[in-house]
């Protein structure tokens, strides 16, 4: 096991736990750190495991990781199909963030992308503030933040029926996934969007690229 692979552990079981805590009760500074991190790795393939060791995070009384266990806290209750939960923890991420701005955390991402995706319409005014206030112009300098960022504006205001930003939006958005490098001479792969293909990809492409099929059939619905 290398030096950081003992509270990275993608699975959990008896044997995992117990080594785990061995090595966390030799920490003496880094135990809040170790806490969440792990638990960030844990939130898909053991969601309660996860919800655990944020408990854990919690009560160290750290406070500067807090809107990264929020999102541990979020991915994990969605797993377990906890979705109310999830935004709720979202939204404790980003009202922490006020008061930290330079703590910041995927909470301002994955929160739009969870309502847009979900179609959550309650949270659509929220989400689209949060898009609007929280991003800098060089915040956007990943493609996979703009892909996030105009994807989520695209999917939001398209169910409100603003049909032309939407356009516009999902336009940007694609772009953005057709880029192959970032902007950083010496990791270039990183932050490149690898994958377009699940629902929130799809529904960003029939936005920019309504097919002809659906035209053709609204043309005739008026005639």
Known sequence: MGREDWYRNKSWDDATEAAFRTKLARSRT??????????????EASPSTALQL?????????????SNALCARAEAYLTLGRRAEAVAAYKQALQWEEAHPRRISTARTD?????????ISEEYDYALDILATRFSPMDHQFPSTR?????SCALIVYEQGRVVEAR??????LRAAMETESPFRYHRTVGVVRDTSDDFGRRIKRIAQPSRVRSFLRLLSRK
């Not at 944020?54 to 807090?66: A, C, K, L, P």
């Not at 992308?113 to 979900?118: G, N, R, S």
């Not at 892909?147 to 994807?151: A, E, F, Q, R, V």
């Open 54 to 66: 944020i408990e854990e995070y919690f009560d160290t009384g750290d406070e500067s990781d807090v």
């Open 147 to 151: 892909y996030l960022w105009n994807g």
């Open 111 to 119: 929160l739009p992308k969870l309502v847009a995706q979900d179609r």
């Open 168 to 173: 516009e939006f999902a336009e940007r958005a």
């Open 30 to 43: 880094s135990r809040p750190q170790y806490l969440r991190i792990q638990a960030s790795y844990l939130t």
